[in-house]
């Protein structure tokens, strides 16, 4: 249903193509490339736009930027969550992409996770139903067969680091004001086990046992230190390199990489779909809880009073 909606409402803009060329190559009428083709073929671009993403597809280079538009924080809702996924698929079976960017289009955010009032005073169904749509976001990112690229240009704490880390490479803006990590246990709650699993995966056992127990949050050079961001540029620099490292892993055959991948990512990944379940009623029965119900409101009046 939702599914439907989205695709009903999604703008396509298809840019000129002219009749010639094919996201493929160029079909050839007449002998030679004109220039006139070459810079209609570099504009072939399509847009499609939902409440919350916006997703441009160069059909050329195969790269398809993809951006979180939720100000003031990206912060992941359950409508923001299910356009990702949506989103996501869609990209996976168009055989003419063959790898994401993900950032973000709001200001100094790259993401602040997931967004706290899905998860205070609703009850038992909306926890289960939010969970799953955490739980598919990060199945579908996690296990894209496409290159997958977090181009992080703000602050990503918590479910937005989980996003970054779930992408085969990670560059961040140098700005000291940026911080990244998995920051759960300064909200008092618990990450669960596959936040633990791709970060130990990342980072190692015994730095992630410390990132983890403290909830810490790293600044860009911090970040690089622990190996939880492959890469610190030049804030204007984030798009440019995060194309150019595109460009590199693009040069290698996509079956061996995609199967190299899998091989990587399959126990995590396995681990999730096989306690799917059990992981969501454990969702519930934890965060129904009085004493973490208390946390979070807690956490959001130091939030908002913060803001003020
Ligand atoms: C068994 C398993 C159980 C549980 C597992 C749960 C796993 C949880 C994962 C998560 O992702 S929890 C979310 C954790 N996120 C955070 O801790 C980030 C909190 N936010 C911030 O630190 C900052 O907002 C910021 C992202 C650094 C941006 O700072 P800035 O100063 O630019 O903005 P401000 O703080 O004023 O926020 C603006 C506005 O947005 C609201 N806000 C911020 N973050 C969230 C959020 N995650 N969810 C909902 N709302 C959020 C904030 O309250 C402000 O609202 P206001 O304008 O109404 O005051």
Same mark, same amino acid.
């Given at each position: 249903?939702?599914?439907?909606?989205?695709?009903?409402?999604?703008?396509?803009?298809?840019?000129?193509?002219?009749?010639?060329?094919?996201?493929?190559?160029?079909?050839?009428?007449?002998?030679?490339?004109?220039?006139?083709?070459?810079?209609?073929?570099?504009?072939?671009?399509?847009?499609?736009?939902?409440?919350?993403?916006?997703?441009?597809?160069?059909?050329?280079?195969?790269?398809?930027?993809?951006?979180?538009?939720?100000?003031?924080?990206?912060?992941?809702? #359950?409508?923001?969550?299910?356009?990702?996924?949506?989103?996501?698929?869609?990209?996976?079976?168009?055989?003419?992409?063959?790898?994401?960017?993900?950032?973000?289009?709001?200001?100094?955010?790259?993401?602040?996770?997931?967004?706290?009032?899905?998860?205070?005073?609703?009850?038992?169904?909306?926890?289960?139903?939010?969970?799953?749509?955490?739980?598919?976001?990060?199945?579908?990112?996690?296990?894209?067969?496409?290159?997958?690229?977090?181009?992080?240009?703000?602050?990503?704490?918590?479910?937005?680091?989980?996003?970054?880390?779930?992408?085969?490479?990670?560059?961040?803006?140098?700005?000291?004001?940026?911080?990244?990590?998995?920051?759960?246990?300064?909200?008092?709650?618990?990450?669960?086990?596959?936040?633990?699993?791709?970060?130990?995966?990342?980072?190692?056992?015994?730095?992630?046992?410390?990132?983890?127990?403290?909830?810490?949050?790293?600044?860009?050079?911090?970040?690089?230190?622990?190996?939880?961001?492959?890469?610190?540029?030049?804030?204007?620099?984030?798009?440019?390199?995060?194309?150019?490292? #595109?460009?590199?892993?693009?040069?290698?055959?996509?079956?061996?990489?995609?199967?190299?991948?899998?091989? #990587?990512?399959?126990?995590?990944?396995?681990?999730?779909?096989?306690?799917?379940?059990?992981?969501?009623?454990?969702?519930?029965?934890?965060?129904?809880?009085?004493?973490?119900?208390?946390?979070?409101?807690?956490?959001?009046? #130091?939030?908002?009073?913060?803001?003020?």
């Amino acid at each position: 249903m939702i599914a439907t909606l989205l695709i009903q409402h999604e703008k396509l803009e298809q840019l000129p193509s002219g009749g010639t060329l094919s996201p493929y190559g160029v079909h050839q009428k007449h002998g030679q490339i004109t220039s006139q083709a070459l810079q209609l073929l570099s504009s072939q671009r399509r847009q499609f736009s939902n409440t919350y993403i916006s997703v441009k597809l160069d059909e050329t280079s195969g790269v398809a930027v993809m951006k979180l538009k939720r100000p003031p924080v990206n912060s992941l809702n #359950m409508e923001l969550l299910t356009e990702f996924a949506i989103n996501l698929e869609k990209l996976e079976i168009d055989r003419g992409c063959r790898g994401v960017i993900l950032t973000s289009a709001v200001p100094r955010i790259f993401s602040a996770g997931l967004d706290i009032t899905e998860m205070c005073g609703k009850n038992a169904d909306h926890y289960g139903e939010f969970w799953r749509a955490v739980q598919e976001m990060w199945l579908k990112l996690y296990g894209s067969s496409m290159v997958t690229i977090a181009a992080i240009n703000g602050s990503s704490p918590a479910g937005g680091c989980l996003m970054a880390l779930s992408c085969d490479y990670r560059i961040i803006a140098n700005n000291k004001k940026y911080t990244i990590g998995l920051n759960e246990t300064q909200l008092g709650i618990v990450a669960p086990f596959w936040f633990k699993d791709i970060i130990t995966e990342v980072i190692g056992h015994r730095a992630a046992e410390r990132s983890l127990q403290l909830g810490m949050l790293y600044s860009p050079t911090d970040a690089l230190k622990i190996g939880l961001v492959d890469e610190v540029v030049a804030e204007d620099k984030v798009q440019s390199t995060a194309s150019a490292v #595109m460009a590199q892993w693009l040069t290698l055959p996509d079956h061996a990489r995609q199967i190299t991948k899998s091989m #990587m990512r399959k126990p995590s990944l396995d681990r999730l779909v096989t306690h799917r379940e059990a992981d969501i009623t454990n969702f519930v029965s934890y965060i129904t809880r009085d004493s973490i119900q208390k946390s979070l409101q807690m956490y959001m009046e #130091m939030l908002k009073k913060k803001g003020r």
